[in-house]
Antibody, heavy 119, light 108 residues
Framework: QVTLRESGPALVKPTQTLTLTCTFSGFSLSTGGMCVSWIRQPPGKALEWLALIDWDDDKYYSTSLKTRLTISKDTSKNQVVLTMTNMDPVDTATYYC???????????WGQGILVTVSS | DIQMTQSPSSLSASVGDRVTITCRASQDIRNYLAWYQQKPGKAPKLLIY???TLESGVPSRFSGSGSGTDFTLTISSLQPEDVATYYC??????????FGQGTRLEIK
């Protein structure tokens, strides 16, 4: 059974760095073809892809946010971590992590975590 | 970056209607296209991947078609539980993943 769960702060202040952790089970990120993405959704708005890390430790970032994002994995802990620097109120959103099997889309998602940016 | 444009942005249809949502890519994305259904307060659910492949457990009234730049999600007979927002997604592992802006589907 594949599960993913996001964890991190619900509230951050402007200019702070956000660190989110995705803890997953039911698959290994060292298996060929496996990837984990981070995706966010501001309240009432569309989904926005942020970053992806694959089984080979290759990392990909949204063009518009790549200077602020870092994605990493700890295969032994089954975790993927996303950091986003210089948070702003416009970054208020529900942040999701999701598994992506190469060629198959995001087939399993976490429940999401609402992060509010406010002083 | 490749842009994904969905149409319409919203639609209203009756139970039993055939519903079609389109997604256009600004460049050829071969068949790297997925469709998702999102209900309020929930994470998106994968419906279709590789443009035409139905994800396991998804009702057969959902189908996908297209390749290259033009794609379609069809619901053959709309059911009340299909009320949701639908997103297309261009995906592959290198280097960019992009979602469409979403289509909100309501029942008349």
């Amino acid at each position: 059974q594949v599960t993913l769960r996001e964890s991190g702060p619900a509230l951050v202040k402007p200019t702070q760095t956000l660190t989110l952790t995705c803890t997953f089970s039911g698959f290994s990120l060292s298996t060929g073809g496996m990837c984990v993405s981070w995706i966010r959704q501001p309240p009432g708005k569309a989904l926005e892809w942020l970053a992806l890390i694959d089984w080979d430790d290759d990392k990909y970032y949204s063009t518009s946010l790549k200077t602020r994002l870092t994605i990493s994995k700890d295969t032994s802990k089954n975790q993927v971590v996303l950091t986003m620097t210089n948070m702003d109120p416009v970054d208020t959103a529900t942040y999701y992590c999701a598994r992506l099997r190469e060629g198959s889309g995001n087939d399993y998602w976490g429940q999401g975590i609402l992060v509010t940016v406010s002083s | 970056d490749i842009q994904m444009t969905q149409s319409p942005s919203s639609l209203s249809a009756s139970v039993g209607d055939r519903v079609t949502i389109t997604c256009r890519a600004s460049q050829d994305i071969r068949n790297y296209l997925a469709w998702y259904q999102q209900k309020p307060g929930k994470a998106p659910k994968l419906l279709i991947y590789a443009a035409i492949t139905l994800e396991s457990g998804v009702p057969s009234r959902f189908s996908g078609s297209g390749s290259g730049t033009d794609f379609t999600l069809t619901i053959s007979s709309l059911q009340p539980e299909d009320v949701a927002t639908y997103y297309c997604q261009k995906y592959d592992s290198a280097p960019q993943i992009t979602f469409g802006q979403g289509t909100r589907l309501e029942i008349k």
